[in-house]
């Protein structure tokens, strides 16, 4: 089965962005309620946004499937990222909003979600794995982008409004720390948008498991506050918006390649 799409590039640059799948199987949609058949917490139009990466050389890794069916950013074995606090499982059963995801009684058993995780989890992080080694073999390291973006406002999630770019090294040990610097530089250097480094998201599982600058894998995510590239209540694409902010996501990605 077809779960995932790797476009291979040419620069030791990863563009992961295990959120931007929204299909969910017919028989799983059967079984959930009307509101999460929208996929409504999916990652919209990361793979258009960063369109332009593949442009600069990138490899560039989408999935097919939401993240209802099996979170790609999540550990196998469903460990919290962020103890304490309120998110979302490796097959999750509530949504952003803390609403439900299945119909009563209709939430994944064990085996379900193992068998999940054999046939969607597990074949995006080979590709992915793969990749970064092909990278790394090809030019001496590599950078592990993850792209993501996310409602500027959850409630359930955090507290008050997220920031426009939200960097995320976790805690600065999955990148170099110049690396991180250049990103930070970038960052200060224009004044369209808010921005912080660690802060809510400090990178979830991917940017965690793979990043070892010590081994010439740096990993960063960014997590962006949709409301900068579409419209949040429709999850239409705004091409005004969206071509604002690209020009800044092509000089992130510039950063962290001039190593």
Known sequence: MHVHTLHPGTVPLLVSLPHDGSEIPDALAARMT??????????????????FAREM????????????VVDLNRPPDDVSLYPGQNTT???PAVRFD?????????????????ERVETCWRPYHDALRGELDRLRAAHGRALLWEGHSIRGECPFLFA???PDLNLGTASGASCAPGLQAR????????????????GRFKGGYITRHYGDPAAGIDAVQLEISQRTYMDEASFAWDADRAGRLQPLLQRLLAAGLSA
């Open 98 to 114: 803390g609403e439900p995801v299945y119909l009563p009684g209709q939430a994944p058993s064990a085996d379900e979600v193992a």
């Open 57 to 68: 050389g990138a490899s560039v890794l989408v999935p097919r499937f939401s993240r209802y």
């Open 183 to 198: 990103l930070e530089a970038t960052l200060a250097a224009q004044a369209d948008y808010d921005w912080v480094a660690n």
């Open 34 to 51: 009307p509101e999460a058949r929208r996929a409504p917490d999916t990652d919209w139009h990361v793979a258009r946004l960063y369109a």
């Open 89 to 91: 499982g490796l097959c």
């Open 160 to 162: 008050g409004r997220l």
